[in-house]
């Protein structure tokens, strides 16, 4: 979607569909019946008893953070693993390895990008950046 100055803009992935049929854009149902795209869900929003109130800002900056992995390797959050697969590494507070063929070590850019997204999808919701502090980091490293 675009504004009428064409700047995009990022939609609610509840209408997606798959785009190529090797990705997997399926829906899963979490324990308080919310239907969820597992690759790109907020770990409390998956696994979390307790969480009745959906999705918050930090679960939308979880998802901001794969989305721009997504943007930047060209693949799927966790491409090559089965939802199920996904579903462990959650539970079991697994992150993402850093592809180095996408994001260089000792690479100014590279480095602080996926310091960004590690912040991004911090388990603990509360130590994530706020959409406006990711906004700001991106225009900074856009600028190395």
């Given amino acids: 979607m675009s504004d009428d ?11 997606a569909s798959p ?6 854009l399926q829906f899963t149902r979490n324990k ?8 790109w869900t907020a770990p409390e ?16 900056v979880y998802s901001l953070g794969m989305t721009i992995l997504e943007i930047a390797t060209g693949k799927i ?8 697969a996904v579903c ?3 539970l079991s507070k697994q992150y993402l390895a850093r592809p180095e063929q ?7 850019k590279s480095d602080r990008l996926w310091s960004l997204m590690v912040r991004c999808w911090d388990y ?12 700001d980091e991106l225009e900074s490293i856009s600028k190395l």
């Fill in 5 to 15: 100055k064409q700047v995009l803009k990022l939609a609610d992935f509840g209408n």
């Fill in 19 to 24: 785009v190529h049929e090797q990705w997997s």
């Fill in 32 to 39: 308080n019946n919310l239907v969820v795209t597992i690759r």
């Fill in 45 to 60: 929003i998956m696994c979390d008893d307790t969480m009745m109130q959906g999705h918050t800002y930090s679960s939308d």
């Fill in 77 to 84: 959050p966790f491409f090559g693993h089965t939802d199920r």
């Fill in 88 to 90: 462990f590494k959650l």
């Fill in 102 to 108: 996408y994001f260089p070590l000792e690479d100014a």
């Fill in 124 to 135: 603990d919701a509360k130590n994530r950046p706020s959409a406006s502090e990711v906004r």
